[in-house]
């Protein structure tokens, strides 16, 4: 749901009309995320989660086109438990849902093979185990950051805007001073100059909301630092997924942001992070 920006090196006639419409969807869809995030309890839960189902079964389409099939009717379910988990954390049910949903694609990789289902079981398997990872336990920090016991609503419109600055800076200066690649396989516009100017930019508005929302601002360095050098990878991970299967974007949701999964790939990682940053260190 981030409204994300990706680097790119060069400008161009395309390349403008590509970031306006991003710009028009982070314009509109930024502030409706904070307020969701403000409001919390099902205003939150309720669009995040549309969006995360999303995301999965873009993930599973991906998967699909280099021919693994991952059944939607098991790996959704699975999905869905961790996020139901993380949303009534105080059940203490996260760990045992991940535990869980782990056996049942177990059970069914096993139950495949000896049907002779399937020649690539394992890779499926795998498949499975890593959308249960990546869109069930990751995805269910969204929730577990906004029910922190302190100032959880200042946190996680901390996490969320350090992400979006941070990407969005990377775009900026990636457009403006881009001269080296910075993974020219996963993704050819990013390049080095542009990871640079995110960390700076990222980490620098992330102290100044930070002293706005009354937040310590040693732990918002640390947090902006962590998410401007870390969350990138999210987004690279998705990536490596997307140059596989051939595809250019996870999906069509958003005019110039592509899919579901690619608004919160590198959310996934900075929502996680901070979680266990800010409960072990607030």
Avoid: C, N
């Amino acid at each position: 749901m981030a409204p994300s920006q990706k680097t790119a090196t060069k400008s161009s006639s395309p390349t403008s009309s590509i970031f306006l419409q991003r710009a028009v969807s982070t314009f509109t869809l930024g502030p409706l995320a904070l307020l969701l995030i403000y409001l919390g309890g099902w205003f939150y839960f309720i669009p995040f989660t549309l969006i995360i189902v999303l995301a999965t079964l873009e993930y599973s389409k991906m998967l699909g086109r280099l021919g693994l099939q991952l059944p939607v009717q098991i790996l959704l379910p699975s999905v869905l438990l961790q996020l139901v988990a993380a949303e009534w954390s105080e059940l203490d049910l996260f760990a045992p849902a991940l535990a869980l949903s782990l056996i049942v694609v177990a059970l069914y990789a096993l139950w495949r093979y000896e049907r002779r289902a399937a020649s690539m079981v394992t890779a499926e398997w795998a498949g499975m185990v890593a959308g249960i990872l990546l869109l069930g336990w990751m995805s269910g920090h969204f929730f577990l950051l906004r029910a922190l016991p302190e100032m959880a609503v200042s946190w996680t419109i901390l996490v969320m805007v350090s992400t979006w600055v941070a990407d969005s800076a990377a775009y900026v200066f990636g457009t403006r001073f881009g001269r080296h690649k910075l993974a020219p396989r996963l993704s050819p516009g990013k390049t080095i100059e542009g990871y640079a100017g995110g960390i700076v930019i990222g980490t620098v508005v992330t102290v100044g909301l930070a002293l706005l929302l009354d937040l310590p601002w040693t732990l918002a360095l640390l947090l902006g630092l962590l998410i401007s050098i870390v969350s990138p990878g999210g987004d690279l991970a998705i990536s490596l997924i997307k140059r596989e299967a051939g595809v250019k974007d996870s999906g069509q949701m958003l005019p110039g942001h592509g899919g579901a999964l690619d608004r919160i790939d590198s959310l996934l990682w900075s929502v996680t992070i901070a979680y266990y940053v800010i409960l072990f260190l607030s």
